[in-house]
């Protein structure tokens, strides 16, 4: 099963990618591609299919992602589920996993659905990280951004959720 990479991304990183300094690069590709997925399936919707280059990108996960593909998976069925309004029953999950997940299939375990859902995620996950985060030109940058993304009390742009004065929810100290 094909992934397809999120338009704009391979020039998004570019600068990365290109440098001839001797700097930081990311190893593969498919570090970008994770990194996008991770942001999309936490923001739970999906960028539209035009979204995605029509070449293939990869078949699979690169080897140091492929010990976490049943993780993967399961972050997958969770997001979809979340998404859809689905209940977490016992049935409702073992369903979304007879729909999403075929075990040995192409390293990522998931069907031809799961990794087109996954490619979507991933390209809204870097719809987020375009938009947030400006073109980076070191990856030492970028991981920075990054982190402040995931912990804004790091630094990072406060989000809606996190406007409330926080100390009313404290309990005083004994």
């Known amino acids: 099963m094909t992934l397809r990479r999120p338009v704009g991304m391979k020039s998004y990183f570019k600068d990365i990618q290109g440098r001839t300094d001797g700097g930081a690069r990311f190893e593969a590709d498919f570090d970008q591609f994770y990194l996008c997925l991770m942001v999309g399936l936490d923001d739970g919707k999906l960028a539209p299919a035009p979204e995605l280059e029509s070449a293939e990108f990869n078949k699979g996960y690169t080897i140091p992602y492929k010990p976490f593909a049943p993780v993967i998976a399961g972050m997958l069925v969770e997001a979809e589920m979340r998404r859809q309004g689905i209940p977490t029953t016992k049935e409702a999950i073992q369903r979304e996993i007879r729909n999403l997940i075929e075990i040995g299939n192409g390293g990522t375990h998931l069907k031809e659905e799961g990794t087109?859902?996954?490619?979507?995620?991933?390209?809204?996950?870097?719809?987020?990280?375009?938009?947030?985060?400006?073109?980076?030109?070191?990856?030492?940058?970028?991981?920075?951004?990054?982190?402040?993304?995931?912990?804004?009390?790091?630094?990072?742009?406060?989000?809606?959720?996190?406007?409330?004065?926080?100390?009313?929810?404290?309990?005083?100290?004994?």
């Open 116 to 174: 087109t859902l996954l490619s979507r995620y991933a390209a809204r996950g870097f719809e987020l990280i375009r938009d947030e985060i400006p073109k980076p030109r070191t990856l030492e940058d970028f991981l920075v951004a990054y982190h402040q993304r995931w912990n804004p009390a790091d630094g990072g742009a406060e989000g809606p959720e996190d406007t409330e004065d926080e100390t009313a929810a404290t309990p005083p100290a004994s």
